[in-house]
Structures are given as structure tokens and as C-alpha cells.
């Protein structure tokens, strides 16, 4: 079974700075990534997916995220963070077997001005 | 910009009450999820339907009931629930198939308390 260890439960980071959020997964083929973001009382949003190809995956908001095999990892990052990026944020590892994805725990981003 | 739309946003309810969670995505996605999220947690899965059949109940208490009835909609009805049952309830679909990779799409979810 798949799982992912999300190491950083809480990052503060300084508007402007940037950001990197860490995910690890454990999963014995060829995965399929996720990260979502959640902002206060809202549902999750879809910022990247990782299935093949390139592994430097760009999405939404300005986020990027690199897939390296070797270290079973699949990091998040931002160049220069915006005060409305403070939200929660979970990576998640799939399959091409069924409809189950596996979450982090999750990483919560404050941002101070 | 989510494209899964759930009704209600809020519902408090109390333990004897019968009420229910409705779910609608107009994606062509032919899989449906429910999904609960407790403060601070990750979403856990409850239900997943595939073409209108339910296809894995993460073995949830009898008192939640999904019904998918097409491919459109999803609703969960409640009965008897308990305050621990109070939590964020988020809808969910993606297409079906390996080549897609089952990219999920979720809702801005019901919140639910029970009182």
C-alpha cells in the first residue's frame, strides 16, 4: 500500500520569502502525485499533478513541484509567497489500481507580513 | 473555481433527524466520493461510486447512505448520527480509467454539526 510523510506540520514564512514544502511517498511502482491546497473553511484545491514525463511540474498559483525517484520525493515550492498562499497544504500519492488516494497530514503555511 | 458543487455549506442537525448532503458535477466525471475531514486531519475516504454503482464503502456506520442517482449527482443521507460524526463533508469525482490517473476534484464541502 501506498503512503506519504508529509515531515513539516507547521512553516512560517515572510511574505516575499519563498517556500518549500516537503512530501515523501512509499509506493513500489510508478506513482501519481498530488498536491492540494486548503484555505480556511474551504474544500481542496487541485494545484499539480505528477503522472510521467518531465519531472519539473508547474500548476497553479505560481507552484512548482519536482518528482525525484530516487529520494521518493515530490516537493512543493514557491519563489516569492503572497499573504493569501497561508493555508493548508497536503500532498497526496495515487494509483493506477483504484480510487483510493493516500494524504500527508498535511503542512500548515502562516505567512507574516 | 471548483466545478463539484455541494449543498448545503452549513446543516446543524440533531441525533434524531433524517437529513441529507447533495453533491452535483457536470465534468463528465463518471466517479463519485465522499470524503469526511475532521479539523487539521486529511480528508478520509467514505464512499466511491463508479458508474452510478457503489464501488468501495470504507466500512462507514449504516447511519450515513450514499446514493448516486446518475452520473451527475451524489447525495449522502443521514439518520442517528452522533456528535463525533460533526465534520466537514467534501464531495469528490474524477474520470475513470489508468490513462487519467484518477485526478480527484473536490467540492467546498457541507460543514455538518451535530447537536
Known amino acids: 500500500a501506498q503512503s506519504v510523510t508529509q515531515p513539516d506540520i507547521h512553516i512560517t514564512v515572510s511574505e516575499g520569502a519563498s517556500l518549500e514544502l516537503r512530501c515523501n511517498y512509499s509506493?513500489?511502482?510508478?506513482?501519481?502525485l498530488f498536491w492540494y491546497v486548503q484555505s480556511p473553511g474551504q474544500g481542496l484545491q487541485l494545484l499539480l499533478k505528477?503522472?510521467?514525463?518531465?519531472?519539473l511540474v508547474q500548476g497553479i498559483k505560481g507552484f512548482e513541484a519536482e518528482f525525484k525517484r530516487s529520494q521518493s520525493s515530490f516537493n512543493l515550492r514557491k519563489p516569492s509567497v503572497h499573504w493569501s498562499d497561508a493555508a493548508e497544504y497536503f500532498c497526496?500519492?495515487?494509483?493506477?489500481?483504484?480510487?483510493?488516494?493516500?494524504f500527508g497530514a498535511g503542512t500548515t503555511v502562516t505567512v507574516r507580513a | 473555481d471548483t466545478e463539484v458543487t455541494q449543498t448545503p455549506k452549513h446543516l446543524v442537525m440533531g441525533m434524531t433527524n433524517k437529513k441529507s448532503l447533495k453533491c452535483e458535477q457536470h465534468?463528465?466525471?463518471?466517479?463519485m466520493y465522499w470524503y469526511k475531514q475532521k479539523a487539521k486531519k486529511p480528508p478520509e475516504l467514505m464512499f466511491v461510486?463508479?458508474?452510478?454503482?457503489?464501488?468501495i464503502n470504507e466500512s462507514v456506520p449504516s447511519r450515513f447512505s450514499p446514493e448516486c442517482p446518475n452520473s451527475s449527482l451524489l447525495n449522502l443521507h443521514l439518520h442517528a448520527l452522533q456528535p463525533e460524526d460533526s465534520a466537514l463533508y467534501l464531495c469528490?469525482?474524477?474520470?475513470?480509467?489508468?490513462?487519467?490517473?484518477?485526478?480527484?476534484?473536490f467540492g467546498e464541502g457541507s460543514w455538518l454539526t451535530v447537536v
Open positions: 469528490a469525482s474524477s474520470q475513470v480509467g489508468r490513462v487519467f490517473g484518477n485526478t480527484i476534484y
Open positions: 509506493y513500489g511502482a510508478t506513482p501519481y
Open positions: 505528477y503522472f510521467s514525463g518531465d519531472t
Open positions: 497526496a500519492v495515487g494509483t493506477s489500481n483504484d480510487y483510493k488516494l493516500s
Open positions: 465534468m463528465g466525471h463518471r466517479a
Open positions: 461510486y463508479s458508474y452510478e454503482k457503489l464501488s
